[in-house]
């Protein structure tokens, strides 16, 4: 059968689908825009030079062409963001660290000062032992550099207030500036904030605790008070360290305020016999919300 021999009911649906699929092509030259208003479809073709009127809403981004995507930056790859650690705010101070073994934790209060705390860094090191200086920020401005030195050896430096005041004969405006300044002036000499404070004589208020974390840092306090400062001698001093050893201990001492040659040259006693003994001298770690 030919094409003058089909049945026009054939020939015109044979037309009607050929009709079809040129207006299909059509709409896909010119842009077909579809919307659906009740049950009712409505079809609406752009004509191919007319400037298609956008739609209300949020307007679609442009197709890109198959080169384009793979100049388009990822997202949702990659580590996540780590969300900035808050910082506790304790109701009274941390006494010891934890962990396995016998550790403990040597810290030296109020320096640095040129005439002791070069000696104490010098026995430090010897030993290759990490510790805390909580240092004052009025002796930071005059000794910066040993500062920067506490931090290059691996010890760890706390804030000591700036003057060294009972906390809890201040307001509240000038503890925080005591603890801000002396911080402060810690960056400056070593390149960091400190994370660790502890009150002058123990003294320690709600303040003291709030403001502190507020700036970042954890309170830290002493289980072994050698009472270096009431210059009691060397044996003393070495003998408070020996008896009060333990693990978890933290042991106060001082490398200013006073003559604190009985504490440079205690060190150099009980160190070595306690590593002899089997402690581990270490330094905390922290804990965050």
Not at 84 to 101: D, E, F, I, Y
Not at 122 to 137: K, N, P, S
Not at 260 to 279: C, E, I, N, T, W
Request: charge should be positive; aromatic fraction near 8%; charged fraction near 25%.
């Amino acid at each position: 059968m030919t094409k003058d021999q089909l049945p026009p009911r054939l020939l015109t649906r044979r037309r009607a689908l050929l009709a079809g699929g040129a207006a299909v092509g059509a709409a896909g030259t010119a842009g077909l825009f579809t919307t659906f208003a009740g049950d009712e479809q409505v079809r609406r073709a752009a004509a191919p030079t007319a400037t298609p009127t956008p739609a209300a809403g949020p307007q679609a981004r442009s197709a890109l062409k198959p080169s384009s995507y793979r100049l388009q930056p990822l997202t949702g790859f990659g580590p996540p963001r780590a969300a900035p650690r808050r910082t506790l705010v304790r109701h009274a101070p941390m006494l010891q660290v934890n962990g396995r073994g016998r550790r403990m934790v040597l810290t030296f209060d109020d320096g640095p000062d040129a005439r002791y705390t070069p000696h104490i860094l010098d026995t430090l090191r010897e030993y290759d032992i990490r510790a805390m200086f909580f240092v004052c920020g009025e002796m930071v401005a005059e000794n910066g550099d040993l500062v920067a030195r506490m931090a290059d050896e691996g010890h760890v430096v706390g804030n000591h207030t700036w003057s060294h005041p009972l906390l809890t004969r201040l307001s509240r405006r000038a503890i925080r500036s005591e603890m801000e300044r002396t911080s402060d002036v810690i960056e400056d000499s070593c390149g960091e904030r400190p994370v660790w404070f502890r009150a002058p004589y123990g003294a320690w208020n709600r303040a003291a605790f709030q403001l502190g974390a507020e700036l970042g840092m954890d309170p830290l306090a002493w289980t072994v008070d050698t009472l270096d400062w009431t210059t009691p001698g060397t044996r003393r001093i070495v003998d408070r360290v020996e008896n009060g050893a333990a693990p978890g201990v933290v042991v106060l001492s001082h490398d200013a305020g006073g003559d604190r040659s009985q504490s440079v040259h205690a060190l150099r006693f009980y160190l070595p016999r306690l590593l002899d003994a089997g402690y581990h001298l270490t330094v905390p770690e922290r804990h965050y919300a």
